[in-house]
């Protein structure tokens, strides 16, 4: 089991950053390769960035590559988000998940799923 606490969400103009963090705690975090996810009100959960276990390979949506990096920091059992060059267009809820296989990036790939964070961008 693992547990997963989503932090750094807010209001933001289109242009600016924020970082989002996901702490995790129960079982082995650095077992677990991680992603994260965001859900637009009215539509789909869709794939942001994943991070393999040991943080060596990444995998984003095309539509965030070049603006969003995704970092592990298994010593302290955080995944990070850092989006850059926000739009409007990212505005969503955003989640953070834990998956057992290697390169996931499909919703049911990933086992465990924190609370969500409110990321809006105001144009």
């Known amino acids: 089991q693992v547990q997963l606490v989503e932090s750094g969400g807010g209001l933001v103009q289109a242009g600016g950053s924020l970082r989002l963090s996901c702490a995790a705690s129960g079982s082995t975090f650095s077992r677990y390769a991680m992603g994260w996810f965001r859900q637009a009100s009215g539509k789909e959960r869709e794939f942001v960035a994943a991070i393999s276990w040991r943080g060596g390979n990444t995998y984003y949506a095309d539509s965030v590559k070049g603006r969003f990096a995704i970092s592990k920091d298994n010593a302290k059992s955080t995944v990070y988000l850092q989006m850059n060059s926000l739009k409007p267009e990212d505005t969503a809820v955003y989640y953070c998940?834990?998956?057992?296989?290697?390169?996931?990036?499909?919703?049911?790939?990933?086992?465990?799923w924190g609370q969500g964070t409110q990321v809006t961008v105001s144009s």
């Open positions: 998940a834990a998956s057992a296989f290697s390169g996931p990036t499909q919703v049911n790939e990933f086992a465990y």
